[in-house]
């Protein structure tokens, strides 16, 4: 899988325990994937998976399959 990761400081809010985050955006072909390999190298990993209306960037452009209006053009 080649997808950039965003490495992120964060810290709990009960415990105030730090720990890395890391934020990935995938196509919805490449999530079974994406927690393939998150389980492999951490089975206890918290994972939260959103849908994304567009993704916009360098090596990944990403359109949600939603519908939209047909644009009509009136002369």
Do not use: N, W
Not at 12 to 22: D, I, K, S, V, W
Not at 41 to 60: C, K
């Amino acid at each position: 899988m080649e997808r950039g990761v965003t490495f992120l400081h964060s810290e709990g809010a009960y415990a105030h325990q730090q720990q890395p985050m890391l934020y990935c955006v995938v196509s919805p072909t490449e999530i079974t994937q994406l927690k393939r390999i998150i389980e492999a190298h951490d089975p206890q990993a918290f994972v939260s998976i959103l849908d994304v209306h567009e993704a916009l960037g360098e090596g990944f452009t990403y359109e949600s399959a939603t519908p939209t209006k047909p644009t009509v053009k009136t002369e």
